[in-house]
């Protein structure tokens, strides 16, 4: 077991871009930290630099307080999960999981106990004859997984292992793997796209893009206070929604407007953060679907801060209900709202002219009665408002 | 940058082309570089070299003193024999590229369609190209001379027609290999033909495999007949496959040499035996062939580009 | 096009369905009957060759030009020359072209097709314009009529196509794999060993019977650089030239046999498919 650290970092491919910039990043002995991104973020690169898969521009690379950046992948002590396994096709599960202690000149009887071991914790030791053809995408999962544990490791180094599974076993091997992390304890980097597994399964989430570490935080920290568009955007499912809107004051005190809604602004969020500077500029504000609600299923009734919106379309989830409706504002589109959607639609709305009228998203309890195509009132919790600075992005706070 | 970081390690297969300097590209692909170089010092001294080598002493003079000379291209174009031996190698090949391409195309057809005991003719179907090609030449002086088989085979035929009443055929025997001028040609190509059809076949089996059966039953909901299908569907599509048995049949039917040398002789020469004939003894004379091969080298790269320009290129735009 | 939709229609389907069968038993009849012939003359008799009506089959089998042959003992000398020959050209190609073309096949795409094309480029040119200069200095070297000399002009021609099929082969074993066995501990030469070469294993074997199969027939560099010492396709040809037409056929049949094995085994490579990939890279 050791830690990682990553200092200044810096990957920059043949033809010239930049695939990891500047990366700043420390993890602890016995942490899981997940490194998530859209494609292109450069998560994969920085993972096959702790690997040392790939070549390191400039900055360091530091395994158990060494520095590793000469060294070939078999000298720092790592194993790694590949997305799509990659397997030896021409040897038995056993001899997959023994190879890396065989090529250690183990003797025979450890790598046969360890292999044995590995397979028991898995639930593979019927396989161990067999060959990765004859088994089914999740056994081969585990094999690979298997490869690694059986090595005892200083770090796992996994890129995007869960990829390539089905919804169902995604969630079954997601757990698993978070479970053998708690009983092992090995230091473990994840890359993946999908910011749910990020959230459920990483001590701390390291969020990348375009090469640059955008914020690296605790999931429930990233969720609560992320620092820009990009991760408030990425972190939480359904995404937050936002607005282009303006803060101003009324005798009642501060609120603020997108379309023809007004929000009323706490005292106390407003005095405990710059958003004081942005009096009558433009902001975007932001709204997690999970802040709206349903006013009759609100214990102590709540008379301001209510939305009168037509929903278009209800999801009936059974444990929710999410609903959508068009709030008459535009959509916005800058390049953090950009980088999040691989749907080419948004860039051409961008490209086009814009709409005054944008889709929000609300997650409610399965009991209100808002149906699509009728209107309903919503309430919103004003003090779990998100507000950015439309130049940079960053949060207002 | 540091030496540290001059010594990186780069992703382990991935032999990227030297940007940053060569001799940190080298250090890190020592194993790579060592791993090629055999078959480029191979290719390079016995095939890139002798090329030029042969092109050197194709312009020698015989005195040995005067080189660069056109000497031995302007004696060998004023031979008649070799100037036969041209016509002859053209004559074959097209001869026999083009019953190659048409007889190439309906077996690949033929085994194309379900039928039973497909997977028997498929195999049977490769047997010629399991024979050596000195062995076919042997087959063919079996079948083509004068008392050859194909006349026996002629005579059966005759006297099974002769059997339906009214019908009365005469045959002459004849002698196919020594007669010389088309008929010692046509058989050489029919040779060179019946070796290598299973290539042919082979090529346009893939390009008809790789067409999708669902554009065929689109066209017959079009309304489409056989015939319409195969012009309209069957043989644009395959127009990569032709253009890629052309051009390695083509290269090969131009060299022909074994066929000819047994089949032809000195009746009918064609370049390749002619070249074999120059240098070997009796004659020992490493500059005609030389410069022979030479010509029939460029008689290659002129049908080649030629054909890729007119033909091929003209097919794709149109 | 339109004019001949009359003719297509229904026209085409009757004839075709039964000329279909008439026409695959010809076709079968033209593979299978020279085929027939060298086995069949190699047995018959000198009474049935004669006239312009040569028995079609042999009522009275002799093997007396086969027990010749194999007594007379100048089979077994060129017997030898092309076996030897043969298995060293195969072994030399594949120790000299698997490694490189596995280097080749890790090459960025546009430079990997560049070496692909211009391996396949010398095959343009004609045996002789190579052999023409190969042959005058190996008669300077002394490598007439030797096994060595005749195993380097084989490589020749074999070089470029082993190479050629060998980089398809190493293409489709993913990256993953290798860098997999990076991590799990083994040296760039350790993972060639253990990982790239058994997973090439396939490939290599089919690559290598092709090679096998065409120093083995290979004719017209063995004219050039023999002398005395015949190969076997030599000695079919000297049959040729100056033989009965039995010992032909005799000498013709050893060297066909092994081949018809070969190829049978071989067949189940034939696959159309395995040239599709080439066709459209």
């Known amino acids: ?335 953090d709202t950009m980088d999040l959607s691989s749907d080419a639609s948004v860039e051409e709305a961008a490209a086009s002219e814009p709409r005054n009228e944008s889709t929000f998203t609300a997650r409610l309890n399965p009991k209100t009665k808002a149906r699509g195509g009728e209107a309903a009132r919503l309430a919103v919790d004003a003090s779990r408002l998100y507000f950015f600075d439309p130049t940079t992005g960053r949060v207002i706070g | 940058m540091s030496r540290s970081q001059e010594a990186a390690i780069g992703r382990p297969t991935d032999v990227a082309v030297p940007r940053v300097g060569f001799g940190r590209w080298f250090r890190k692909h020592k194993l790579e570089v060592a791993l090629v170089i055999p078959l480029v010092a191979y290719v390079m001294v016995l095939t890139v070299v002798p090329i030029l080598d042969t092109f050197r002493i194709s312009l020698s003079g015989r005195a040995g003193n005067s080189f660069p000379s056109a000497q031995n291209y302007t004696s060998i174009f004023a031979s008649r024999v070799f100037r036969t031996a041209i016509k002859n190698t053209i004559i074959v090949s097209l001869l026999s590229l083009s019953m190659e391409l048409v007889l190439g195309m309906i077996v690949a057809l033929t085994l194309h369609a379900k039928f039973f005991a497909r997977g028997f003719v498929r195999t049977v179907a490769l047997i010629p190209l399991g024979v050596p090609t000195i062995v076919s030449g042997a087959i063919m002086l079996l079948l083509f001379s004068r008392s050859g088989y194909l006349n026996s085979l002629m005579f059966v035929f005759v006297d099974l027609v002769n059997n339906i009443p009214g019908v009365n055929l005469e045959f002459q025997a004849l002698s196919w290999t020594v007669a010389g001028g088309w008929r010692t040609l046509f058989t050489v190509a029919v040779a060179d033909m019946w070796k290598v059809l299973p290539i042919v076949t082979l090529i346009f089996l893939a390009g008809l495999q790789s067409i999708s059966e669902d554009v065929y039953e689109a066209a017959s909901v079009d309304g489409a007949t056989k015939w319409q299908r195969f012009m309209r569907i069957t043989l644009p599509l395959l127009v990569p496959f032709i253009t890629m048995a052309i051009i390695l049949r083509a290269i090969d039917a131009f060299r022909i040499y074994e066929l000819a040398l047994v089949l032809a002789g000195r009746i009918e020469p064609v370049l390749g035996t002619y070249i074999g004939g120059r240098y070997l003894p009796p004659t020992n004379d490493p500059f005609t062939a030389a410069s022979a091969s030479i010509v029939l080298f460029g008689i290659i790269m002129i049908f080649i580009v030629a054909y890729l320009k007119f033909v091929a290129g003209r097919s794709r735009s149109a | 096009m339109s004019s001949t939709v009359v003719a297509g229609k229904d026209v085409l389907d009757k004839p075709l369905k039964l000329l279909f069968p008439v026409w695959v038993v010809i076709s079968l009849l033209i593979v299978l009957f020279p085929v027939y012939l060298v086995f069949m003359v190699s047995v018959a008799p000198g009474s049935a060759l004669f006239g312009e009506r040569p028995a079609l089959f042999v009522e009275d089998p002799t093997l007396r030009f086969w027990n010749d042959i194999l007594q007379r003992g100048d089979l077994w000398g060129p017997l030898f020359k092309s076996l030897a020959v043969a298995s060293f050209t195969t072994l030399l190609a594949i120790v000299i072209a698997a490694p490189a ?120 560099y063995a004219r050039l650089l023999t002398t005395n010492q015949n190969t076997l396709p030599l000695q079919v040809f000297q049959a040729i030239d100056r033989g009965s037409r039995q010992q032909m056929a005799t000498v013709a049949a050893v060297l066909t046999l092994p081949i018809l094995l070969v190829v049978y085994f071989l067949q189940r490579y034939l696959k159309p498919g395995a040239l599709a990939g080439a066709v459209k890279g």
Do not use: C
């Not at chain 1, 609100?298 to 939305?307: K, S």
């Not at chain 3, 990256?175 to 060639?192: F, H, N, P, V």
């Open chain 1, 1 to 335: 077991m050791a830690d990682i650290a990553l200092e200044s970092v810096t990957r920059k491919f043949p033809d010239g871009t930049l695939a990891v910039n500047e990366l700043n990043l420390e993890i602890a002995e016995g942490e899981f930290v997940v490194l998530v991104g859209p494609s292109g973020s450069g998560k994969s690169t920085a993972l096959r630099m702790i690997a040392g898969l790939e070549e390191i521009t400039s900055g360091t690379v530091k395994i158990a307080g060494k520095v590793v950046n000469d060294l070939p992948p078999r000298d720092r002590d790592i194993a790694m999960v590949f997305q799509n396994y990659a397997l030896y096709p021409h040897m038995s599960v056993a001899d997959n999981m023994g190879f890396a202690l065989k090529l250690r000149k183990v003797p025979k009887e450890d790598i046969a106990k360890r292999v044995k071991d590995a397979a028991e914790l898995l639930g593979i030791e019927d396989y161990l004859q067999r060959k990765p053809r004859q088994l089914s995408g999740g056994q081969r999962q585990r094999v690979a997984m298997g490869r690694a544990i059986v090595r005892e490791p200083a770090a796992f180094l996994m890129d995007e292992p869960l990829s390539n599974l089905d919804a169902k076993l995604r969630v079954q091997m997601r757990t698993e793997i978070a479970g053998l992390h708690q009983r092992l304890g090995t230091t473990t980097v994840y890359v993946t796209h999908d910011q749910v597994e990020a959230v459920t399964m990483a001590d701390r989430v390291a969020v990348l893009r375009d090469g640059m570490l955008q914020q690296v935080d605790t999931p429930q920290r990233l969720y609560d206070y992320p620092v820009n568009l990009f991760v408030a955007g990425f972190i939480g499912s359904p995404a937050m929604n936002m607005v282009p809107a303006r803060v101003t004051s009324k005798d009642s005190g501060a609120v603020v407007v997108f379309g023809s809604h007004e929000i009323k602004i706490p005292a106390k969020r407003l005095q405990a953060s710059k958003l004081e500077e942005f009096k009558d500029k433009e902001v975007i504000l932001g709204i997690r679907p999970e802040d709206f609600e349903d006013p009759d299923l609100i214990p102590e009734r709540q008379e301001e801060n209510l939305l009168e919106v037509k929903v278009s379309l209800s999801e009936t989830l059974g444990s929710e209900t999410i609903i959508y409706f068009d709030v008459d504002a535009p959509a916005v589109l800058t390049k």
């Open chain 3, 101 to 220: 073309a596995y280097v080749i096949s890790r090459l960025p795409v546009g430079l990997r097709y560049g070496v692909v094309i211009g391996l396949l480029v010398t095959r343009m040119f004609p045996e002789f314009t190579i052999g023409v200069s190969v042959a005058t200095r190996f008669a300077r070297l002394g490598l007439i009529d030797t096994y060595g000399g005749l195993v380097l002009a084989h490589l020749i021609g074999s070089l470029p196509f082993i190479a050629w099929i060998l980089v398809g082969t190493f293409e489709t074993i993913p990256r993953d794999l290798e860098e997999a066995a990076q991590i799990d501990g083994a040296s760039k030469m350790g993972t060639l060993l253990r990982v790239v070469f058994p997973l090439a294993a396939g490939g290599i074997a089919v690559a290598s019977l092709f090679v096998w199969l065409y120093s083995w027939n290979e004719f017209l």
